[in-house]
């Protein structure tokens, strides 16, 4: 009995840290909106992977609200990239 609640335990812990490790991921992108033109440098953090393929897709429907075009996911990155980042993406910064 002590072994199945610790198998269970073990694997509730595992589950638990699978989503949290996806919160730590970041994406910076570039946007535009057309008449008149405008573009943008944005950092976003993901949820739904931390992959360029699984980003683009997040990216462009977050932005899309706002009427934004996505033009291009820079890179993909964890927390320990996003000093600096702030003062380029202005109030673009996390804001999607």
């Known amino acids: ?9 073990l694997v509730a812990g595992a589950a638990l840290a699978s989503p949290a490790a ?4 970041f994406a910076d992108y570039k946007a535009k909106k057309d008449n ?4 943008h440098y944005g950092v976003v953090q993901l949820y739904n992977g931390c992959s360029k393929a699984s980003a683009k ?7 899309a609200r706002d009427g ?3 033009l ?3 890179s993909v990155f964890d927390a320990s990239k996003l000093a600096g980042k702030d ?10």
């Open 57 to 63: 897709s997040e990216v462009a429907g977050r932005i």
């Open 36 to 39: 008149p033109l405008k573009l």
């Open 68 to 70: 934004w075009t996505l």
């Open 72 to 74: 291009n996911v820079l």
């Open 1 to 9: 009995m002590k072994q199945k609640l610790l198998i269970m335990a």
């Open 22 to 25: 996806a919160v730590d991921c």
């Open 87 to 96: 003062a380029n993406a202005g109030q673009f910064y996390l804001r999607y």
